[in-house]
Nanobody, 124 residues
């Protein structure tokens, strides 16, 4: 399996920026997609962005504000978040899909391993 560790969360004012990182270890050679999801209190987990072989995918709510990038040599994916809004407040979780690609990168049940998450809080 693959172990994922997120970092970079914190408290920021609206309009500010944060960069999240997710470091993978273990059977990283089997990774095909690395994704970010978020979950706010009382709400369902939602897709944020995904990285697969240099291709990027974004939820409409973050397009133009968030940028996902990957470093395949370091088995790390980053999420640069700009112009943050209070509604971006959530626990952000990194996830990875193993062995096979997918066109359903936005579905959490397509992912095999998850990190513990990192809290992002945006104050108004």
């Amino acid at each position: 399996q693959v172990r994922l560790v997120e970092s970079g969360g914190g408290l920021v004012q609206a309009g500010g920026s944060l960069t999240l990182s997710c470091a993978a270890s273990g059977r990283t050679g089997s990774m095909t997609v690395m994704g970010w999801f978020r979950q706010a209190p009382g709400k369902e987990r939602q897709f944020v962005a995904a990285w697969s072989g240099g291709r990027t995918y974004y939820a409409d709510s973050v397009k133009g504000r968030f940028t996902i990038s990957g470093d395949d040599a370091k088995n790390t994916v980053h999420l640069q978040m700009n112009n943050l809004k209070p509604e971006d407040t959530a626990v952000y979780l990194c996830a990875v899909r193993l062995f096979r690609g997918t066109i359903y990168y936005y579905r959490q049940d397509e992912y095999d391993s998850w990190g513990q998450g990192t809290q992002v809080t945006v104050s108004s």
